[in-house]
């Protein structure tokens, strides 16, 4: 393979070699829980992170290190640790980072789960999210406090699929040195790698076009590298850490380990200590499925944009969202971020508002009803009765979520047969 190999080969290669003892092509999945050590010396220098290596798969897993080790090179950034789920990810970058006291900003177009999280849990934590209008980065700038710890955004928001501008926020970020984490789950690093528009840390829900079948469910996030943890603000990192006999993760770490602190730290304390690792066999599920990444994406991209044109065309159509449409308002950031296609989701409103929404859902023969995006099927669902129900009707207002909005999941499928179901379920809405 050359040096620089480009993100297609990446996506099929990277961090794997045929394996030594065995000669296996195909990634082997390590079901085991557990690693004999070479000797005592070996095994302490291995809890002292004097070397690394493998110990116990709740820290870590040969399996999932190759799945670690492509994302980490799709995304552009230094270290990725895969976890349980996309929800997992979050909450474990959210807590090593921030700790009672602490508030975070946020843009308030999330995933519901995220919303709930963010304004229902952590608070609970002691920790407080001040939200913000990703569309109006100057709002994000206004929420900032001395007590902010960091920045946090959706690619395209959920559900109303406004882009985020990277390049904007992530000025304001480096103005107040901050980490801006961004969850790229709607984009993939196949249309857009956040960190090279100034992201710190990349979050994915492995769950949705990373995996792309809907088989499991994962999440892995992924430090660039470049995040300077010095600053006394972050604690965390600049106090002694009572389970690693003192250490101060911003600058005790040997050699190229300073530069991934925060993957290190993730790792050593919230992951091993609260558990939330990413099973092996899913972690072999979700390399299968980025094989073809960058094959399907294109092709969900390419579907997504001709149901919004239809849809945009459609008498019993209210209104229709989709960032590739000339008259979307995030048209022109999506336009100059997202070269390869602007996603495979598509939101709108049918005329007749929650009812015939409904109706409209229950028209539907190859779309599946069900919570989930990113499956190489179609999907549709009405988050408002579904996955925001959880919200008031004053928190979906400020979600960016009409009581009408239908969402769509484009899928894979033949373009002909997509348009046929949509035009069969409209005539019954
Ligand atoms: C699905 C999703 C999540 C949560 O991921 P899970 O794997 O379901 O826990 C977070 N963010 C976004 C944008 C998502 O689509």
């Excluded at 992170?49 to 870590?60: A, V």
């Excluded at 100034?198 to 660039?224: E, F, P, Q, R, Y």
């Excluded at 495979?344 to 028209?363: K, L, P, Y």
């Amino acid at each position: 393979m050359s040096n620089h190999p480009s993100f297609d080969t990446s996506a099929v290669h990277a961090g794997q070699v045929p394996d030594p003892t065995t000669q296996s092509r195909a990634v082997p999945l390590y079901r085991t829980s557990s690693f004999t050590f070479k000797s005592v010396d070996h095994a302490s220098r291995l809890f002292a992170l004097q070397e690394l290596g493998n110990i116990y798969s709740r820290l870590g897993n040969p399996t999932n290190e190759v799945l670690e080790a492509r994302v980490s090179s799709l995304e552009g950034g230094s270290a990725s640790i895969s976890v349980s789920s996309g929800t997992a990810a979050i909450f474990n970058t959210i807590i090593n980072i921030a700790k009672a006291g602490d508030e975070i900003v946020s843009a308030a177009n999330l995933y519901g789960g995220t919303y709930t999280m963010f304004d229902g849990i952590l608070p609970d934590f002691g920790i407080v999210t001040r939200f913000a209008d990703v569309r109006d980065p100057a709002s994000i700038e206004r929420a900032i406090s001395p007590k902010t710890r960091l920045i946090f955004t959706e690619t395209i928001g959920n559900p109303s699929l406004d882009v985020a501008d990277i390049t904007a926020i992530s000025r304001i970020a480096k103005k107040y040195h901050l980490p801006l984490v961004v969850d790229g789950t709607f984009t993939t690093p196949a249309l857009l790698r956040s960190i090279e528009h100034g992201a710190d840390i990349v979050i994915n829900s492995l769950t949705k076009w990373m995996g792309g079948h809907g088989t499991a469910i994962g999440g892995i996030v992924t430090d660039a590298g470049s995040f300077d943890w010095t600053d006394k603000k972050f604690e965390l990192y600049n106090r002694p850490e009572p389970t690693y006999h003192g250490l101060h993760w911003a600058t005790d770490l040997p050699g190229d380990l300073g530069k991934v602190s925060f993957a290190i730290r993730f790792r050593t304390v919230p992951l091993r200590n609260l558990g939330a690792c990413l099973a092996p066999d899913n972690a072999w599920l979700f390399l299968q499925g980025l094989e073809t990444l960058h094959l399907r994406m294109p092709r969900h991209c390419e579907n997504a944009l001709a149901v919004a044109l239809y849809l945009e065309g459609h008498s019993k159509v209210a209104w229709v969202r989709y960032p590739g449409l000339e008259r979307d308002p995030s048209y022109s950031i999506a336009v100059r971020d997202l070269k390869a296609g602007y996603g495979g989701m598509v939101v709108f409103g049918v005329q007749g508002g929650r009812e015939a929404g409904a109706r409209f859902i229950e028209g539907l023969h190859l779309f599946s009803h069900l919570a989930n995006v990113g499956d190489a099927k179609s999907l549709a669902l009405h988050p408002s009765s579904t996955s925001h129900s959880q919200l008031s009707d004053e928190q979906q207002k400020a979600a960016g979520l009409p009581p009408d909005l239908v969402r769509l999941s484009i899928g894979v499928e033949g373009q002909a047969d997509i348009l046929a179901d949509l035009e069969t379920a409209l005539a019954k809405a």
